[in-house]
């Protein structure tokens, strides 16, 4: 039987205003990044574009804000953009990535349509300062925590290749496993030239090294996503990616970058022997 690929896509919602210093972000405003950067779109725009993904094969939509984390307006918008959505798409397991965030808040997404939420720890607690000054590692994590406890699904990850060791490596996964996530998206860093880290360390087979831990360390019935970088780091090799233990990818655009045509990504699907999956229920 052929392996399911569980498929998610992402809308930025609101682009490229944070304040933050996170030296792998084009959203930040300190690098000036050549980047689309707007307020809040319209509810009606973000509904239409769910409802693309979903006829694209999407099972996971995930409404995405710049900012360090959800403030009284964000939370209240992203409230209704969920309501609005589950009105009119059905069967679309709802995703909000939108910084750190309090137990209070986050149950009020949940009474509002969110299954999931996405909060990345990005990279070890030791080599955190070194990509970001503003806001500190442990508060990331505690969102994470405070996920769990409103009840809401878990998906953490990271973004790898930003300069980090061996070591980082380790910690950022062993960090990751402890939180127990339904889902786990793997980044890999995508230069920028406006950005402050230069260089990407990580090559395909690091990467699959890396894939093959966390599947171990994660269990087999976790989703296990390869996102931002995929292109870049698995572009004509994704095969290798899927048998390595990845069973979720991003279709469509990433938050800043352009991704390959959804077309095109179920094509390579079938070409390689791995199938669609039509419900998170597998
Ligand atoms: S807090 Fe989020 S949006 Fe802001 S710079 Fe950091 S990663 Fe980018």
């Known amino acids: 039987m052929k392996k399911e690929i569980f498929l998610c896509a992402i809308n930025n919602i609101l682009s490229g205003t944070c304040k933050e210093d996170c030296k792998f972000c084009t959203q930040s405003v300190r690098y000036h990044a050549d980047i689309e950067r707007y307020n809040y779109k319209s509810i009606e725009t973000i509904v239409t574009e769910a409802k693309k993904a979903k006829s694209h094969g999407a099972l996971g939509y995930c409404l995405v804000t710049a900012g360090k984390g959800l403030t009284d307006k964000s939370v209240d918008f992203v409230a209704r953009a969920s309501r609005a959505i589950k009105k009119e798409v059905d069967n679309l397991n709802l995703i909000a990535c939108n910084g750190t965030a309090t137990i209070e808040q986050l149950k009020f997404l949940k009474e ?26 442990d508060e990331r994590y505690q969102t994470c925590l405070n996920v769990k406890t409103a009840g809401l699904q878990l998906c953490s990850g990271g973004i790898w290749g930003m300069g980090e060791s061996d070591e980082d490596r380790e910690s950022l996964l062993d960090s990751i496993v402890s939180l127990q996530p339904e889902s786990t998206p793997l980044n890999f860093y995508i230069t920028n030239p406006a950005l402050p880290i230069k260089e990407r360390n990580i090559t395909k087979d690091e990467a699959l090294i890396l894939i093959k831990k966390a599947r171990n360390l994660l269990g087999e019935d976790r989703l296990l996503m390869v996102a931002g970088g995929r292109e870049q780091i698995f572009g004509g090799y994704e095969k290798e990616m899927f048998d390595a233990g990845v069973n979720s990818i991003v279709i469509g655009d990433y938050l800043t970058t352009a991704g390959d045509n ?6 390579m699907l079938d070409e390689i022997g791995y199938k669609v999956a039509t419900s998170c229920n597998g």
């Open 262 to 267: 959804p077309l095109k990504d179920r094509t």
């Open 112 to 137: 509002h349509g969110i299954d999931s939420y996405n909060h990345n720890l990005e990279t070890s607690k030791a080599y955190y300062e070194t990509i970001c000054t503003t806001h500190s590692w």
